[in-house]
T-cell receptor, first 109, second 114 residues
């Protein structure tokens, strides 16, 4: 079965608002990663957070990790129409990387 | 810089036919993997490899074979295609093993089995 589960499944916001997506997982991890997928394209890596880290930033992205709750969140600040895509979390445990079903984000101009 | 290249981009097969999806990377990555993506299911790991001559099974390996004779190439073989294998297949590679690293994905191969 898949490791990560994203919540919500779909999210629709206005341009300029913040978008928060959550990921829960079930087993041990070495790191957790977030990816973006535009419709019909391959996935693009956004950010990686290791199991001993609690928060990480990259541009407008902020990722948190709570290993005690087996959960992570991705915050996109000041969203843009170009952020419209599907976002996936992926857990890595010694080369076995498992993805969740994703959150479909729509940013309306 | 080509990155990860998958061929073909589209393929239609009849049940029982065999085929090979090709994947090549030019980044000298040790780690390569195959995923399938079905609607509402996200990506599921089929097989992966941490170097030439080394392969291992992922979450959904049945019906698929892989081999890794070179660092650059990681083909995925369907020996007897079934309609349940209709999906979009993604190949990915990474430069780090053990502690994991950023995956670089190909653009996908859309397979339809009739």
């Amino acid at each position: 079965s898949q490791q990560g589960e994203e919540d919500p499944q779909a999210l629709s916001i206005q341009e300029g608002e913040n978008a928060t997506m959550n990921c829960s997982y079930k087993t041990s991890i070495n790191n957790l990663q977030w990816y973006r997928q535009n419709s019909g394209r391959g996935l693009v890596h956004l950010i990686l957070i290791r199991s001993n880290e609690r928060e990480k930033h990259s541009g407008r992205l902020r990722v948190t990790l709570d290993t005690s709750k087996k959960s992570s969140s991705l915050l996109i600040t000041a969203s843009r129409a170009a952020d419209t895509a599907s976002y996936f979390c992926a857990t890595d445990w010694y080369n076995d990387m498992r993805f969740g079903a994703g959150t479909r984000l729509t940013v309306k101009p | 810089n080509a990155g990860v290249t998958q061929t073909p981009k589209f393929q239609v097969l009849k049940t029982g036919q065999s085929m090979t999806l090709q994947c090549a990377q030019d980044m000298n990555h040790e780690y390569m993997s195959w995923y399938r993506q079905d609607p509402g299911m996200g990506l599921r790991l089929i097989h992966y490899s941490v170097g030439a001559g080394i392969t291992d099974q992922g979450e959904v390996p049945n019906g698929y074979n892989v081999s890794r004779s070179t660092t650059e190439d990681f083909p995925l073989r369907l020996l007897s295609a079934a309609p349940s294998q209709t999906s979009v297949y993604f190949c990915a590679s990474s430069s780090l093993t053990g502690k994991g690293g950023e995956l670089f994905f190909g653009e996908g191969s859309r397979l339809t089995v009739l």
